[in-house]
């Protein structure tokens, strides 16, 4: 959580613009912003020198973007970084020696295997054979388990990031009906522990949800992971709400998300963009991560 000082100067969100059209943008730059300055602050009192090791297994152009960006943010940070690159036909069992030789090194901190993988590989075998102290995307059976009795040592990044979003926009969660699309292990489902943890009442819904527009027109704060190109569209959201757009797409050359921003924009209190909302802070929480690796 950051401290006051870090927060967006508004006052209490609630008592704003509910169904104006000009709706409050939940930009993730200066929330990511405001947690690189607590971790350059936090770098020098780590007990060891953190270091990514990130493994790509394949060439899918986006993910090699990705993997990219994290190895950048590290160097920008001052962390240490390596990144393992591997071949799309890679058997499951490679790729697991490679984790244990990762796992016995004591230079590396932090290490994170790029999802999605190619189909021969069980990203659950994977996920389980990360030391859960390494495990800095959260995935490790061990810390969803401690997430969800509310013990988090790693916390998947994207909810993560969407928690410290809330807290800087100080859009209070507490009391709140929250509904999040999507039921994934790396979004869906610690996205609804997290805000369940905060106070809201929170419905998941999925694929096989009956009338999903009229369970998500509840919802005082909306998160949507579903994966598919502006799904929401203005009949599923109520006037005042917030939505927090998980989505990326690259849709005729234009990135969007899963939300149609501009069919819902007049409608809701806040929302976040796509690209510029939930993205940046992905990696700042992944920094985060990688720096309680080392502590
Ligand atoms: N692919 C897309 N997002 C992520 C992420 O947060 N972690 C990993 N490991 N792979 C991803």
Sequence with gaps: MLPESA??????????????SMPLLLEGKPVAESI???????LPNTKRKPKLA???????????????????KCEELGMASDTLELKASTSETELLNLIAKLNADDTVTGILVQLPLPSQISRHQVSLTIDPFKDVDGLHPVNAGLLMQ???NFIPCTPAGIMEMLNFYKIEASGKKAVVIGRSEIVGKPMALLLQQ???TV???HSKTPDIEKVCR?????????????????SWVSSGAVVVDVGIHRVEGKLCGDVDFEAVQSRVSAISPVPGGVGPLTIA???QNVLISAS
């Design 54 to 72: 990130v493994v790509l297994v394949g060439s899918d152009p986006a993910s090699q973007t990705y993997v990219r960006s994290k190895a950048k």
């Design 150 to 152: 509310g013990q988090p």
């Design 203 to 205: 419905t998941v819904c």
């Design 285 to 287: 929480m992944l920094m």
């Design 198 to 200: 905060a106070n809201a």
């Design 7 to 20: 927060q967006a100067p508004v006052d209490t969100f609630w008592s704003g613009c509910h169904g104006t």
């Design 218 to 234: 509840e919802a005082e704060i909306l998160v949507v992971a579903m994966g598919k190109p502006k799904a929401v569209t203005q």
């Design 36 to 42: 690189y300055a607590q971790l350059r602050a936090s």
